[in-house]
DNA sequence: AAAAAAAGCTACCAATTAGTAAAAGGTTGT
DNA sequence: ACAACCTTTTACTAATTGGTAGCTTTTTTT
């Protein structure tokens, strides 16, 4: 059992740091962006230093991909977690809503939108892209099935209601409204919903 | 008459080399962003060498700030040159299109968007500065106009509408359409007109 | 053709930053 | 107490990049 609780011990603390090292990258690419963000701030900001932080990712890119990926995770366990006598319109909703809370906490970075050479430095990581391949499919279902209820208008491809959808996730009115509206997160959410579904005209009553 | 036009030759030299700078920074900016263009890739775009750009403009941060001052003109000219007689709506629309071709060609950076340090050099130029409210002032007239007539939602402020319609010119929605959907830029305008009036769920009849 | 102005180029400086090596200091288990 | 291991610190390398100095070459003007 020595042995055995070392072992888990350390692995305990291992990941605790990771974690922490995780949570710091979140927070700073989510306030500075990729390129402005050195591993200096990381390690500051996760109380480390920047070798012991290459001990748990061996590069910036490394670290920013599993960022992305444990956020990914998220959005599927979300998902998963969702009540299923929900509506696919709810269901969207409630994805939506949740991915908004996430960003107005800090924690949600979009680096897929952000430059084409952090988008080629993600795509080149299977456990990333596989990821988003699962959400994506999970999530053109839930849109089929809205258009099939009436919930979504059909006179638009699927993927471009998913594109728009993603895109509502990294809005700058998000931003605006906080920085220069002065608007609370609950009329932010509810703001950002309401144009999302029924657009700048309206009309929409569900 | 001899000196007279020799200035205004030089002048006019002058002035064509800064539009091709400028050209070529405005490309890009909005390829790869403020933080990962140099200014050595600036002055071999436009053919010129780095020392010749600094007598142009003083700064990289300049620069940048004169691009976006040119644009902003650009979407000025744009709203005095329309038919007096369009409906609100259509103004507005008419001015979405306008900024979504320019960037499908590959003209529109959204550095205000991009990160908080490059919005704080962008608001330290009053020349951007009053750009900028210039045009918010008079789209939020045009967004009045428009509730008025019952053409847009009067159930969500003015400024909410306002900052969801800047968004739209730069949504990443655009580039997914045109990267993974291979739409043509007229589906992608159409596409985004739709969804930017309307919303997901549709409904709207204009 | 001569003179003057401008642009180009090479080379450089200073600062930043990803990433690493190696010694110094703690902590833990034995 | 001892030994193994891990973290930290310091210091470093190499590459990039904003910005500049100074000399050379071309062009333009007279």
């Known amino acids: 059992m020595s042995i055995f609780s070392k072992l888990s011990f350390k692995d305990q603390a291992f990941k605790l ?12 690419l989510a306030s500075k962006g990729f390129d402005l963000m050195t591993m200096d701030d990381v390690a500051g900001e ?29 959005a599927l366990a979300f998902l998963e977690a969702q ?19 996430v960003r107005l906490e800090g ?15 993600l795509t080149k990581s299977l456990r990333y892209v596989s990821r988003v391949y699962k959400l994506h499919k999970l999530l053109a279902g839930i849109v089929d099935a809205a258009k099939q209820a009436g919930e979504l208008r ?7 209601l998913l594109y ?37 005209a309206g009309s929409g009553q569900h």
Chains 1, 2 share one sequence.
């Open 17 to 28: 740091r990771e974690q922490a090292v995780l949570d710091a990258t979140t927070k700073l």
């Open 46 to 74: 996760a109380g480390i230093s920047k070798p012991s932080l290459y001990k748990h990712f061996k590069s910036k890119e490394e670290l920013a991909t599993e960022v992305m990926i444990r956020l990914l995770d998220g």
């Open 83 to 101: 009540d299923g006598a929900l509506s696919a319109r709810a269901r969207l909703a409630g994805l939506l809503e949740w991915a908004l809370r």
């Open 107 to 121: 924690g949600l970075p979009f680096l897929p939108s952000s430059s084409p050479q952090v988008r080629e430095m």
């Open 154 to 160: 059909a006179d638009l491809p699927t993927d471009v």
């Open 164 to 200: 728009a959808y993603y895109s509502r996730t990294c809005d700058p009115a998000v931003d605006y409204m906080q920085l220069y509206g002065r608007y609370s997160t609950e009329q932010i959410v509810a703001h950002m919903l309401a144009m999302t579904f029924d657009g700048m």
